[in-house]
């Protein structure tokens, strides 16, 4: 079962990108939706045993790399926390694809996009099933390399080429930190192999290493490294900026990618490697803070976006953010939970969003919108649903969720969770805000749109309004039929030993017993958040254009994304393209291909070109050339040897 979980979109994408055009666009759309979906529900059939019955087991795949004394098997790691990732990859990928079907329906290569979505499905599962570091390295950089393909799908469009390398190029920055905390993993313990890492982990706790004159902690050195990898993946504060950029990709991409799939696989490396977090006290603080600071980060830039995916793209940035400081608190089940439940509601806002693209024709700036509900109905209330879960209402899937991240930030009584619940409690009223600005810009008030475009809005076909209406489901009742198995009482009976966390760290444990105050804040800002939003676009609609008028810089400093691309291109950038260029001019050009190849062309050149000179075509020039020969070789004769 659990083979044909992980290698089934493997081979769909062989069949849908090789022979797609042979098979048909039916057939190769059939091949990979039929291979997704089954494997959705052999996921969660593994769910059920794994949870419900503790079957954990390891599946032997293959005898992989053995090299000397170094030796690594490919095998399937499936545990509880395994399960839970399989659950949330296949359910939201199966969904996509069947939306896919109707969004693009009509483009003309649908099997290739088809291709690069099973694609990027198997890579992820290999990377939640990994056993080891270098498998999980090996689906960490598929999902790299599909994510690429995928943002980049429209090639023909510059911004989407432009998005799909830039997303690359970032990734590569914090790639480069991951492998080499996989090396230094291996430097410190001699093995790969989770079970093997893990195991020695607290022997390795408070040891150092020397180097550049100084006494570095190892798993402090080791943890930060591959958290540097979970930043670029996990777009978090400094490597986030590719993220908005890659909205050029179509709207299943963005959902698949950026609701429940790539960006989740760093808060999913940092909750397995909880044996080794746990001992590093160090980076926990750093990811704590890194998180918290992510979330309040890319909230505030969500209040001035107006294209309708991008605000939901720096929402994903923000609740990634809520993760990541669970994780550096030792929460890693809260943290788990939202991943869990944000999976479902973000990827209903993402297709809910396309459903709204669909209508109007490809818009996607809400300023052009407006008055769209009543065309639209039943998307409207979709994006509803998924706004009243973001925004942690009462009894939605984020509610459960979102709220024990924040009681457990609290709850673990450090100054730099404290610091976590007050960036978590300001991106909590910014995200109601920013939802509701959503809403009220594209479904209320006068259309704003072409009238061309008003005549021809139209609802989504059903094979697009049926994977919103799953999806709805988990955004409604996930959180309260998971809440008590993920963070209740019983939380260690529910994960097990996939996940690990300290007698000492507390959090989980207290945060059921959090002040009152502390477990209503999150309403009651989400609560101010719509109601201010709601005076903001429908009460006062002028209100916004008069505020950024008035605080004209804000403004621009919150469109322009903190000018955190500027920045990076007058720091990184601009120096590196002209470093490049002397490099190319002045180090290839004129050095090495001056003194180099073109030089000793160009002497040959010039040689020859005199030598023919010589070449008059007179008898007498050669004659009297002949006696100069002469001559010069009877005097050398005498000299040397006159005597």
Known sequence: MYHLIVFLPLLAAIVAGLFGRRIGDAAAMAVTCGAVI????????AFYLVIGHEQVVTVKVLDWIYSGGFQVDWALKIDQLTAVMLVVVNTVSAVVHVYSVGYMSHDPHRPRFFAYLSLFTFAMLMLITADNFVQLYMGWEGVGLASYLLIGFWFKKPSASAAAIK??????VGDFGFALGIMAIFAAVGSVNFETVFHAAPGLAGKTFHFLWTDWDILNVATFLLFLGAMGKSAQLGLHTWLP???EGPTPVSAL??????????????????????????????????GASTAFFAATIGLAQNDIKRVIAYSTCSQLGYMFFALGVSAYPAAIFHLFTHAFFKALLFLGAGSVIHAVDGEQDMRRMGGLWKHIKVTYVMMWIGSLALAGLPFFAGYYSKDGILEAAWAAGTPVGY????????AAVLTAFYSWRLLFLTFHGKPRADHHVMEHVHESPMVMLAPLAVLALGAMFAGYLFHDGFIGHHWKEFWGEAILVLDDHKALENMHHVPFLVMIAPLVVGLVGIAVAWYAYIRDPDLPRRAAKQQVVLYQFLLNKWYFDEIYDFIFVRPAMWLGRVLWKEGDGRIIDGLGPDGFAATVVRLARRASVLQSGYVYHYAFAMLIGVAALVTYFFTAFGH
Do not use: K
């Open 257 to 290: 990618i950026h609701a429940a799939t790539m960006v989740t696989a760093g808060v999913f490396m940092v909750a397995r490697c909880s044996p080794l977090f746990e001992y590093a006290p160090g980076t926990m603080q750093f990811v704590t803070v890194i």
């Open 38 to 45: 089954i494997g959705a529900v052999l996921s969660w059939v």
């Open 167 to 172: 997303a690359f190029v970032v990734n590569r």
């Open 245 to 247: 950029d890659a909205m």
């Open 419 to 426: 610091y976590a619940f007050a960036m978590g409690i300001g």
